[in-house]
């Protein structure tokens, strides 16, 4: 089944508005503000942003990276996100099209994208999203082909416990805290949307992507022992790559050794 192209291009338009609010997301969940009120407005000058200069990646070019009022740089972190939210969507779309499981992948996806942002920011993830994640995500799996409830249940049991305890195994024999409450949270989450199965190449692919660049990163800055870098945008990645390419790669690696 084809659709016309039409209808692709709504997909990205579609995730760009919502990657719009992402941002908001972005700014305001940390703050512990509201992000449905005020609306948005220039940080610098304080005027307010009308609807003409508000459309996703396109404002930012024609208003040059700056604010129309005051001209003072805006970042290019918002197209970013949009556009990024944009293409996931639009991938999302080109694998599922109109169904059930594109919309639940969608807010996954556009979930994600926030928890990244601001752990990169903050090294929180917040429960807002996490803690509601693990329920919709749960709700949704009654209703999805691939998922059923069990599966999810399993998925949120195993995802939140095996964390858990590489946590508490890391705290036990080093003292430190490594890793958050957040992490535990978030995996919980994949669960509950992706299934269990999701949870085994999520923790393995995550752990090798960030030990590379953990150590590459203790490397360059000659620090040791502390782990300052957030582990949420990596198992955010991992899970996306896990919804487009997990069946494959997975084949890929138990034909290794045969
Ligand atoms: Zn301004």
């Not at 993830?125 to 599966?151: A, K, Q, T």
């Amino acid at each position: 089944m084809s659709l016309p192209i039409v209808f692709y291009i709504f997909a990205f338009i579609l995730g760009a508005v919502v990657g719009s609010f992402l941002n908001v997301c972005i700014y305001r969940l940390p703050e512990g503000k509201s992000i449905v009120t005020p609306p948005s407005a220039c940080p610098k000058c304080g005027s307010s942003i009308r609807w003409f200069d508000n459309i996703p990646i396109v404002s930012f070019l024609i208003l040059r990276a700056r604010c129309r009022a005051c001209h003072a740089p805006v970042s290019w972190r918002y197209p970013l996100v949009e556009a990024l939210n944009g293409t996931l969507t639009l991938l999302l779309f080109m694998k599922y099209g109109i169904s059930l499981a594109f919309l639940a992948l969608f807010i996954f996806c556009s979930s994600l994208v926030v928890i990244t942002f601001i752990d990169l920011d903050h090294q929180i993830i917040p429960d807002e999203i996490s803690l509601s994640g693990i329920v919709v995500g749960f709700i949704f799996s009654f209703f999805l082909p691939w998922s059923g409830w069990l599966n999810s249940l399993f998925g949120i049991l195993l995802g939140g416990g095996s964390l858990f305890l590489v946590a508490w195994g890391y705290a036990k024999l080093t003292g430190k805290e490594g890793m958050g409450g957040g992490d535990i949270k978030l995996l919980a989450m994949m669960g509950a949307f992706l299934g269990w199965r999701s949870i085994l190449f999520i923790i393995f692919a995550s752990s090798l992507i960030g030990s590379v660049i953990g150590v590459a990163a203790m490397l360059i800055q000659k620090k040791d022992g502390k782990l300052a870098i957030p582990f949420g945008p990596f198992l955010a990645l991992v899970a996306v790559l896990y919804i487009f390419y997990g069946r494959p790669i997975i084949t890929w690696y138990l034909s290794i050794g045969r």
